[in-house]
């Protein structure tokens, strides 16, 4: 036996999960197919919204808490700053479906919150060119996460913590034996206890038949701009923000790096066969549409994309996360299919993952992210 739990896949939640398992057991290994936060995996793109304000499930509440917990943990354990704390605003049309739809679950949750009117955001944040009825909802807790920073830092924790790391390792196959789970690449092979599958866009491969069935590989894209007056983008000024309406929609984060301001088309992911050959270029109707939706919406951006860059991400069909075991008895744990939406509670499900695989506790209340609600009877 080589060890009580391999980690396969050291991106947003691999190395988030073997951070966990690292402070549970000293007997945790990971396993990345190139290097921790290597540009073409899901983490790349320098920054993710953290928001605790959101439209959707409210049972993903607790677990947004718990990861705003964890990545100050984290923060604290490596002394890094991975979370720049600046805010962050949900933009669109008063009693529009958006806003409507994110209220109700944030009054839900009990979420803190504020209401600006359009004359209030003129005020506070004139960089947001608003159409007639717009108002925003403020999140004093959002901000901005630094992804590479993120998972280089936790990659060094689990290390420190006595964790093993075997990068340039790309997984072939696993198996489950009476003896535990047999992992193989290329030659070489492991025995472990248990195995977490948190390889994102490369998942399938690894995947039963039921779950591959239940999953596409997209390709997400992101544009940065130049700002015209740096200073009035700076996150001391500029909330990352969320900005919906029927006929566009975008989001961003300030300029971290005191000159570039990411500001990307929401929703645009699509189909991509295969996850080591996503097409890079933007095609001229990206570029079209996203540049006319940043002249309208932010105009101290120079309307001219500076930097783009593309990557592949796991979707479920209900684009709720897969975490949980293959079938009820099985020792391999999946952590991935986040549909372009989990680095904000990477922390929180790197948790749950640990814990599970580890057999150190059960979470409850999670059947809308468990593996078997794609199960066919």
Known sequence: MDGKLAVIGLGSIGSMALWQASRLSDSVVGFEAQVPAHGRSAVGGDTRLFRMIYRGNPDLYPILERSRSLWAELEAETGQNILTRCGGLSIGTKDGAYLSALLVTTRTNGAEHEILSREA????YPQHNLRQDDIAVYDPNAGALRTDRAVTAAVAAA?????TIHTNTPIDGITETADGVVITSGEKSWTFENVIVSSGGWSQRLMPDYLKAATQTKRLFLTWFVA???SEFSPERFPVFSRMYEDRSMYGAPAVDGVTVKATLDGRGGPTPDPN????ELTPAEIAETTETVTEFLPGLFPNIVRSDTFPDLYTKDGNPLLGRFSENS????????????????TGYGQIAAHEALGKQTYEGLGFIRPERFKTS
């Open 121 to 124: 955001m003129a005020e506070r």
């Open 159 to 163: 290390q420190a913590n006595g964790a």
């Open 277 to 280: 050959a996503v097409p890079r």
């Open 331 to 346: 020792r391999i744990y999946c952590a991935t299919g986040f549909s372009g939406g989990g680095f904000k509670n990477a």
């Open 228 to 230: 015209k007056d740096a």
